[in-house]
């Protein structure tokens, strides 16, 4: 059985996860709007990750007896101006998203719930991928600044990104 402290982060935190997977989402409409079908795909998978994410926490919400309860989704930006300002954004989202998780691991800790513990350690390591993985884009974005040819490239990478579930390993 959860706590209901524990059980109301965890229910913040599938709110947060929604509302990071439709950030992404207006990331994504911006992007197709600018003709880049690359950049589009890549944030339509990230999307999809936010949203197992958001599911990976309902699930076990669900599984220690708690009880989801679904709350509204905050409205997101929708316009940027330009490539390297929407994966900025996107840097700072995961570090800001990176301290929730942070935070909801100090509190299972004080509640001494190691059962939620143990499964928010599938969340530091997505993290630490998630950071990384966004960090690397940007700074490729900022190398290019001004070079179509290259913007065009870096698109055509772009696209090759896949959704996998990957929510059920450890
Ligand atoms: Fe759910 O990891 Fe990004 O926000």
Same mark, same amino acid.
């Given at each position: 059985?959860?706590?209901?402290?524990?059980? @109301?982060? $965890?229910?913040?935190?599938?709110? &947060?996860?929604?509302?990071?997977?439709?950030?992404?989402?207006?990331?994504? &409409?911006?992007?197709?709007?600018?003709? $880049?079908?690359?950049?589009?795909?890549?944030?339509?998978?990230?999307?999809?990750?936010?949203?197992?994410? &958001? $599911?990976?926490?309902?699930?076990?919400?669900?599984?220690?007896? !708690?009880?989801?309860?679904? @709350?509204?989704?905050?409205?997101?930006?929708?316009?940027?101006?330009?490539?390297?300002?929407?994966?900025?954004?996107?840097? @700072?989202?995961?570090?800001?998203?990176?301290?929730?998780?942070?935070?909801?691991?100090?509190? &299972?800790?004080?509640?001494?719930?190691?059962?939620?513990?143990? =499964? $928010?350690?599938?969340?530091?390591?997505?993290?630490?991928?998630?950071?990384?993985?966004?960090?690397?884009?940007?700074?490729?974005?900022? =190398? #290019?600044? !001004?070079?179509?040819?290259?913007?065009? =490239? #870096?698109?055509?990478?772009? @696209?090759?990104? =896949?959704?996998?579930?990957?929510?059920?390993?450890?």
């Amino acid at each position: 059985m959860l706590s209901k402290r524990i059980e @109301k982060e $965890l229910n913040n935190q599938v709110n &947060a996860e929604y509302w990071s997977a439709y950030f992404y989402l207006s990331m994504a &409409a911006y992007f197709e709007n600018k003709n $880049l079908p690359g950049f589009t795909n890549w944030m339509k998978v990230q999307y999809q990750e936010e949203i197992s994410h &958001a $599911l990976k926490f309902f699930d076990y919400i669900n599984e220690r007896n !708690g009880r989801v309860l679904l @709350k509204p989704v905050d409205a997101v930006k929708t316009e940027w101006k330009d490539e390297i300002e929407v994966f900025d954004d996107t840097f @700072k989202h995961e570090q800001k998203v990176t301290g929730l998780i942070n935070n909801l691991v100090n509190i &299972a800790l004080e509640e001494k719930d190691h059962a939620t513990h143990n =499964m $928010l350690q599938w969340y530091v390591s997505e993290q630490v991928e998630e950071e990384s993985n966004v960090n690397e884009i940007l700074q490729q974005l900022k =190398m #290019l600044e !001004g070079n179509k040819h290259g913007l065009l =490239m #870096l698109d055509r990478e772009l @696209k090759q990104r =896949m959704f996998v579930d990957e929510t059920n390993q450890q």
